[in-house]
Structures are given as structure tokens and as C-alpha cells.
């Protein structure tokens, strides 16, 4: 298998994963709202701790994401 391949496919991957995260993000805004709105939940403090985490690991998703698009882009350029 080529390198050039392999680089379309880590391109159209990343891409498809670094747009995915955008949908994830609507989702976590909207969750955000609803606990935020949820106050008087016992759990309120638990789900908050877990929303946090999830943007953290959105952010992360992102940039690597972002690595990966640029790795199949060099990799275009090999024969």
C-alpha cells in the first residue's frame, strides 16, 4: 500500500472525526443548559465534574484530529 494511500485515508478519517466534534460540542452545550437549568439535582456537582471532563477531552479529540489531517497531508507529498 502506498504512502500516498495511506495519506488520503488518514486525511478523510481525521476530517471526518475533527467534524464529528462540532456535533459532540452541540450536544455538550445542550446538556450544559439542561443541568444548568437541573440545579436543585442532588447529583448536580458529579454531572458538572463529568461535563468538564468531556470538554477537556473535546478539546484533545481536536487537536489531535487537527495532527492527524496534517500527517495525511505530508503524506501526499511522499511516492
Sequence with gaps: MSLRLIGAALLAIATAVFLATFWWERDFLCRAIKNQMDIENTSYRRTLEDLQF?????????????????????????K
Design 54 to 78: 468531556e470538554r477537556h477531552a473535546l478539546e484533545w479529540v481536536r487537536v489531535l484530529s487537527a495532527f492527524g489531517m496534517l500527517a495525511g497531508v505530508l503524506l501526499q507529498f511522499f
